[in-house]
């Protein structure tokens, strides 16, 4: 079990920047893949960045080459940078744990935290 709870977010102008952080209650150095998810009312919720247990990322297309997805194991947090933000990129935004054990998969998530960009 982990909790995780994500702060950082608020209101930015177009061009500007955020991070993000996501604070987890116990050690994350052997979670398989943390990652940011966004949502918007009425659209499913879509991958921002994921980072492996190793440091390997990967980013979803909107995003790629505006924001850096990082993990500091010894502070068990996950930071989302974002730069270039545009209003698009507007939405409440969760932090996810992924951990597989053997067979078994599990999932945790943040409450979130609001990003608004304006244009």
């Known amino acids: 079990q982990v909790q995780l709870v994500e702060s950082g977010g608020g209101l930015v102008q177009a061009g500007g920047s955020l991070r993000l952080s996501c604070a987890a209650s116990?050690?994350?150095?052997?979670?398989?893949?943390m990652g940011w998810y966004r949502q918007t009312p009425g659209k499913q919720r879509e991958l921002v960045a994921v980072?492996?247990?190793?440091?390997?990322?990967n980013y979803g297309d909107s995003v790629k080459g505006r924001f850096t997805i990082s993990r500091d194991n010894a502070k068990n947090t996950m930071y989302l940078q974002m730069d270039s933000l545009k209003p698009e990129d507007t939405a409440v935004y969760h932090c996810?744990?992924?951990?597989?054990?053997?067979?078994?998969?599990?999932?945790?998530w943040g409450q979130g935290t609001q990003v608004t960009v304006s244009s």
């Open positions: 996810n744990a992924h951990n597989i054990r053997g067979l078994a998969e599990f999932d945790y």
């Open positions: 116990r050690s994350i150095f052997s979670i398989t893949t």
């Open positions: 980072i492996t247990s190793g440091g390997s990322t």
